[in-house]
């Protein structure tokens, strides 16, 4: 009888463990050279939440990330822009991180007029022949950046290959390899904090005010269910003031005001 019952607890033990759900593996690809952490807070905060999958993080360049989805190894990749072209592979999450338009930033040592008024990039550049703007080859800046940038001569480009690495870029910047870079005010903010020189900004028309990074991953009906989950609990976060705080942190001050009114209208379109 003893035995009896051991084993039908036995039985009971494997039936009740086969029949719990379980979790879903997902693979996320990382560049680890990104410097802001906003991001990484954000992802953590997802990755606690969402215990129904198990998610296993990957570092890669964002060009080796999306060659290794497109190929079937490996299902997301964090913090992505969305452009034309990715959206017809990849599915995109909700934001996870909001930054401020994109801006064109100065050596310190370049020579600027003190009563430059704001002109879109193409003149700033036609006036400054010999004057080359730092892009990197992997990343995508957005759609309309991304136009301007393929508008512009090529003698006039600084292409610098491999990973995104902003802060290689800003290091390039402050020892004169090119003379503009461009870039987001917080990554400048959060490299410069402690600098005695800082990039200088310079007024560039026909930007996007916000540009937003997102999760996204290759089409299949896992992934579909993970960034389901993902927006769902976005939803109740970017309702959270950890969630701005996360972006103001790596925020000059003195845009904090910005910042709020953009991310605002962000969340409620018709205002």
Not at 157 to 181: D, P, T
Not at 206 to 225: E, K, L, N, Q, W
Not at 226 to 242: H, K, M, P, Q, Y
Request: aromatic share 10%; with cysteine.
């Amino acid at each position: 009888m003893n035995r009896l019952g051991i084993l039908i607890g036995l039985l009971f033990c494997c039936s009740y463990s086969i029949a719990q759900p379980q979790p879903q593996a997902i693979t996320i690809y990382n560049n680890p050279s990104q410097g802001v952490q906003t991001e990484s807070r954000v992802f953590s905060y997802l990755q606690s939440q969402l215990t129904q999958f198990e998610i296993t993080q990957s570092d890669a360049s964002v060009d080796r990330a999306l060659k290794n989805i497109a190929g079937g190894e490996g299902e997301c990749v964090r913090n992505l822009v969305v452009n034309k072209a990715r959206s017809k592979t990849l599915l995109f999450s909700e934001p996870t991180t909001y930054f401020l338009g994109l801006q064109v930033f100065a050596a310190p040592s370049v020579q600027l007029l003190s009563t430059q008024t704001e002109q879109n990039l193409e003149a700033l550049l036609t006036s400054h022949p010999k004057w080359l703007l730092g892009v990197e080859k992997e990343r995508s800046y957005g759609d309309i950046a991304d136009a301007m940038i393929q508008q512009t001569l090529a003698d006039q480009l600084y292409v610098k290959e491999g990973s995104e690495n902003e802060a290689q870029m800003y290091s390039m910047l402050m020892s004169k390899r090119f003379e503009l870079l461009l870039e987001y005010p917080s990554v400048i903010a959060y490299h410069a904090k402690d600098a005695s020189e800082k990039p200088v900004p310079i007024a560039v028309s026909g930007f996007a005010p916000f540009i937003t990074g997102h999760i996204a991953c290759r089409d299949t009906p896992v992934t579909r269910g993970f960034l389901a989950a993902v927006n769902s609990v976005l939803a109740g976060l970017t309702l959270d003031e950890r969630f701005i705080n996360w972006h103001l942190e790596y925020i000059d001050k003195s845009l904090h005001d910005t910042f709020k009114q953009q991310f605002s209208q962000a969340q409620n379109p018709r205002l």
